[in-house]
């Protein structure tokens, strides 16, 4: 069994509080995605469960061992890191089998190994060539195959894609996904980028100044955020945030601002008790937009200028003057409209959320 | 590389270039040329009117059979070379490992001490050789060539730890932190990894001990007094001048042997020298 166990973990540097007493249960098998902006704590997280930095408070179990004190080479674990580190002095071959030298493997297993996991990475060709000759794809490919061949109970990912361009980071996201469904070894991959995170996690987990925000499936936090944080960090073009007040009128709940007059969905309605009269968040996510028809009621819709329009061939993506702010709606590529243009949006009502102004904790 | 017209390029580059090289390397030409010279070419005064500075069409070798027959001369350049290896080597081992603890190891005080260091390095010399010279009679190294062995890595061991410390600090900590995560301890992975990336600091560093301790001159002048003992450029000068006399040819055939060496040093490290000094590693 190769499960993570991180329970109240704190790092203090010198004045600096890292990481504010995180837990988190990873399960054996499971690919973990820790995301957040820089300085969140994600990347101090990981070097705590690689070993690489003490462990101010709390505990690190991997295989339900504690591994606070255990130096790195003890804790059966493969890292693989943003600048690949891949050592400039050895071929690719001994910079894979490395690892299988300093754990005494005999040479035969070793060259197997190697072998095997230069197939898979389909490196075999530059098995003798130094890393200076090899391009960005190629040393992460190595970086991988170094990992792989120790066959390690964890995987630690630090931002391996983001020293590669934007194709080659696609097509690497796919083989690192396609590479956990075949050897389905529990990891823990850190990125900035929501993107890697949503594809790649079976689990993502929102950081944010050390602290988790939420930990969920990709779509469970794409459709039900816990916070403004989550919601506008899942999701490109990220979420439409409106500040309103909220107003009962006769049956029905309404957030209002002196653009918009909303109606709150029923579901919703229901927890809004301590809120009326209060202000509230209310975010709607861009592809939740329409441009607005005779069909749509007047209670689920407002009005928007249009400020620029990016034709992107499947949809358009409508940068908006609205709701007291800036907007975006991503709308049908057969939409026809001019900056500056008056429009009406639709809402499609399922896709409303709201959040406590002061908590900013979602209703 | 300057771009543009052919005169641009001789005004510019090549002109200047051509001058600088001349600069640089007269004074061996100089050395070369007297050391070929007899004696009668050599002491004729300027205003005669056969007198030729730059050629000579009488080449002798007597300077040279004066050098290694009349003096100590290969026993001076055995005695430079052992002092400058083993102090070299000293001085190494202890920058390598000292810088490597101060660029690498987040212990307190970690900085001050780099610094601190560094400062004794700017401790002239002609200071430091009063107390030194006490100290190497206190336990009777005077004349031997320990002395300047024990002497020199004061003034080394602080220019390797300053010149290693800059260095490994340019080396990706990250590829010490995969070493350790596969399977090194802290000695494997300085030994395995760390140390061979770092070779042309290393080198780099080891050449200019190397040099340093070879061209010394004030420790070995005060430290050593007896022929047999003593060091090319003391040695040279001497058992060279005497009083007010300048065995010029002699002279300059030991400046010319006593350069060969640090020369052939040189061009053999030269790529990795400059890497060294100028480069840093990419993972």
């Known amino acids: 069994m190769s499960n993570v166990t991180i329970r109240h973990v704190h790092k203090h540097y010198a004045d600096f509080h890292a990481v504010k007493g995180i837990s988190l249960e990873i399960k054996d098998k499971e690919f973990v995605v820790l995301v957040g902006p820089s300085g969140c704590g994600k990347t101090t997280t990981l070097r705590m469960v690689a070993g690489l930095e003490t462990i101010t408070e709390g505990d690190i179990m991997i295989g339900n061992k504690i591994v606070n004190e255990l130096p790195p080479m003890d804790r059966d674990i493969a890292m693989v890191f943003q600048n690949y580190a891949l050592y400039p002095h050895m071929t690719i071959y001994d910079n894979m089998a490395f690892g299988l030298k300093m754990r005494k493997f005999d040479k035969a297993e070793i060259a197997k190994r190697v072998n095997n996991a230069a197939d898979i990475l389909d490196i075999k060709e530059h098995l003798s060539r130094k890393p200076r000759m090899l391009s960005g794809g190629q040393r992460q490919r190595v970086a991988l195959g170094r990992a792989i061949v120790r066959n390690p109970k964890v995987f630690l990912f630090d931002e391996p894609l983001s020293n590669l361009d934007a194709k080659l980071r696609v097509q690497m996201r796919v083989e690192l996904k396609k590479l956990h469904q075949r050897l389905a070894t529990t990891s823990i991959y850190v990125t900035h980028d929501q993107v890697e995170a949503m594809t790649l996690g079976d689990r993502v987990v929102v950081m944010k100044d050390g602290l988790i925000q939420q930990v969920g499936e990709p779509l469970e936090l794409y459709n039900n955020p816990a916070n403004k944080y989550v919601a506008g960090f899942i999701g490109s073009p990220a979420m439409n945030f409106a500040e309103t007040v909220i107003e009962q009128v006769g049956n029905a709940v309404y957030a209002t601002n002196p653009t918009m007059k909303i109606r709150v969905p029923e579901q919703i309605a229901a927890r809004m008790g301590p809120h009326k009269g209060k202000p509230a968040t209310l975010g709607i996510r861009p592809e939740d937009l329409h441009m607005a028809t005779g069909a749509d009621p007047e209670e689920l819709s407002f009005d928007a200028v249009v400020e620029v329009a990016e034709q992107l061939g499947s949809e358009i993506i409508l940068d908006l003057k609205a709701g007291g702010g800036a907007m975006v709606a991503s709308v049908e590529p057969t939409v026809k409209v001019k900056p500056q243009q008056k429009i009406r949006l639709g809402i499609n009502p399922r896709g409303l959320r709201f959040f406590d102004a002061a908590t900013e904790a979602a209703i | ?283």
């Open chain 2, 1 to 283: 590389m300057i771009e543009g017209a052919i005169w641009r390029r001789w005004v510019f580059f090549r002109l200047p270039m051509a001058i600088f090289l001349i600069f640089l390397l007269f004074p061996f030409y100089w050395m070369i040329i007297t050391t070929f010279r007899p004696d009668g070419e050599l002491y004729i005064p300027w205003y005669r009117a056969n007198y030729k500075p730059f050629w000579t069409w009488n080449p002798t070798t007597a300077h040279l059979k004066y050098l290694f027959g009349e003096t100590t001369f290969a026993i001076w350049m055995w005695n430079t070379t052992f002092i400058a290896v083993v102090a070299t080597a000293i001085s190494l081992f202890c920058g390598v490992l000292a810088g490597y603890a101060l660029s690498r190891l987040n212990f307190r005080g970690a900085a001050l001490l780099g610094t601190t260091i560094f400062v004794t390095y700017l401790v002239p010399q002609t200071l430091l050789f009063i107390p030194l010279s006490e100290i190497i009679r206190a336990y009777s190294l005077g004349d031997t060539p320990w002395s300047l062995i024990l002497s020199y890595p004061t003034f080394l061991i602080p220019f390797c730890t300053w010149l290693m410390m800059g260095y490994f600090k340019s080396v990706p900590k990250e590829l010490e932190e995969c070493a350790r995560i596969d399977g090194a301890t802290r000695w494997q992975a300085m030994l395995y990894i760390i140390i061979p990336v770092a070779v042309p600091g290393i080198l780099s560093a080891m050449i200019f001990a190397f040099t340093l301790s070879w061209n010394e001159f004030i420790y070995a002048l005060v430290f050593l007094s007896s022929p047999e003992q003593k060091t090319v450029p003391v040695g040279v000068i001497s058992e060279l001048v005497r009083g007010d006399v300048f065995f010029w040819g002699p002279l300059m055939a030991g400046a010319l042997f006593g350069s060969i060496p640090v020369a052939i040093a040189y061009s053999f490290f030269v790529e990795q020298y400059v890497s060294g000094v100028t480069g840093s590693v990419k993972g």
